[in-house]
């Protein structure tokens, strides 16, 4: 397992005056799992859209299994930041998941049986087979992450790409969550943008901080100075929705 799954060359991105990333060179190798930090607005979700080539490189060059992003998107799994699902709509767990085939099947046309095992197959994948015919509202905040995810696997993904996947879930759930990408990572290549700095370490291989410009040493170890280069003051961890708490400076 050590051919290229995504290259990013130089990479730049901008959008009117705003520059999102900086010259971010970034090689992902199959059954890499790095986890990116870093501060709001520093540019995560950018990057994971240059991955599935929705957002375009201002400079640089962006390449996915061997092909342009657009081409690869087939292949990649992505659970997106913060989805609202609608606790009135009248859809099932099971409803959610085959969402995932919806890119795969023609217009008009109807799920066909393997889009089904598919379905199956990704809920099993999760632990959620068993309640696929309930209605999406019924479950834990937990719960219907976990069937994102299984709506995200249904294309049986080379990569799987999360934007802050346990960002309104409890620290046990967390966990539960972290596990379970464990456990996915023997199959595929996972690249997951979480503010939990303080337990990401104990779950991915690997750890880049990004603020604008990428720091990546392919290490699980994040050091004080990365962290002060990244988040430019110290910190100790970074709860959801605050940017970071800042180390009171110590008393002697
Ligand atoms: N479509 C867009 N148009 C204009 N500016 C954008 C657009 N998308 C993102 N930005 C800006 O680009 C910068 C990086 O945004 P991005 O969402 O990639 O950061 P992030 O690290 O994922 O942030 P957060 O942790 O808050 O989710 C921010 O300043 C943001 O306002």
Known sequence: MSQDIACLHHVWVKYDDVVALEDVNLCLRAGDFVSIIGPNGGGKTSLLKLLLGLVKPTRGSVEVLGKTPEQARQEIGYVPQQVTLDKHFPISVWDVTLMGRLGRIPLLKKYTAEDHDLAADALQKVKLYDLKDRHISKLSGGQQQRVLIARALV??????????????????????????????????????????????????????????????????????????????????????????????????
Do not use: F
């Open 155 to 252: 294309t049986n993904p080379k990569l799987l790409l999360l934007d802050e996947p346990t960002a309104s879930v409890d620290t046990e759930i967390k966990r539960d969550i972290y596990e379970l990408l464990v456990e996915l990572n023997t199959q595929m290549t996972i690249v997951m943008v979480s503010h939990d700095i303080g337990v990401v370490s104990s779950y991915t291989k690997t750890i880049a901080c990004l603020n604008h410009t990428l720091v990546y040493h392919e290490e699980k170890h994040i050091t004080p100075e990365m962290l002060a280069t990244t988040y430019q003051c110290p910190i100790d961890l970074i709860a959801h929705g605050v940017p970071h708490r800042v180390l009171a400076p110590h008393q002697h």
